[in-house]
């Protein structure tokens, strides 16, 4: 483990523009259930019923009361983890180009990240479906006791502000996570997957684009193949060890 920690350490201080790639796995450490893998909702939950737009649209009961009984009650218990702040201290390095996320948490933006992707979009915000006001999660979640769908002040259902399946990720948030795929040195990919596209086709767009690809999860991926470093190990683990002690810039 020593020797591929500073194979790492090294790579890392000799880029300058690195992509992080966040997915699930990278909460998982902040009580954060992750969708596959060990544990995930996907094996208690069918994603085509609960996480799915046209199921929601027949019938948005179902979603909403994942948001209610297991979603959002964990997200208020959890901060982020020391993975999160490793990635600011990456950044403080003027290291770190851009973090792009699959995550809805917020977690990057609070652990203090400036630049910051979100594919998959936020759960802290609520939209609704008609006429497109903005509530805060915090608000619609008291109403869901007795609410289900909660409903805007137009009358229209409530969505929460996140990409289900079947939906197209915004288009701004994946035009920019392609470029930054595109001109980073190096890409990170940490706690993902990598089986959910589009979101999984940048690691090798940068791949393509000359960056080395480095990933860090628990499980292997489809593209450990085509990767130049990867560790089955904790991304927040790895990601804290690379940095202690410091870089050579
Ligand atoms: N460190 C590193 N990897 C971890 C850790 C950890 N502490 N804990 C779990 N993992 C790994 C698992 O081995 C798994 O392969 O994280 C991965 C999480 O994979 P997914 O749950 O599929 O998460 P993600 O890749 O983000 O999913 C993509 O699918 O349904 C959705 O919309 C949801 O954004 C999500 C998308």
Redesign the pocket.
Known sequence: MEEIISKLKKLVSTSDKIVAFT????S??SGIS?????G?L?SKYD?SIY?DINYFIKDPSYYWSFIRDERYPTLKKAKPNDGHYALVELERYGKLYRVIT???DGFHQIAGSSDVIEL?GNSRNVNCMNCEKNYNMDDVFKKLEKDIPPRCSCGGVLKPAT?L?GEPLPQYALEMAKLASKNCDMFLV???????YP?ASLPRIAKKNGAKLVI????P?PLDHIADIVIN????KVLTAVINGGLNE
Not at 34 to 38: D, N, Y
Not at 216 to 219: M, R
Not at 233 to 236: F, N, T, V
């Open positions: 997915g699930a796995g990278f998982a450490e992750t969708f596959r893998g060990a995930g996907w994603p996480a699959q995550n809805i998959h990409v399946f940490l706690g993902s997957s990598l089986v959910v979101a860090i999860n628990i499980d991926t190990d904790s991304a927040s």
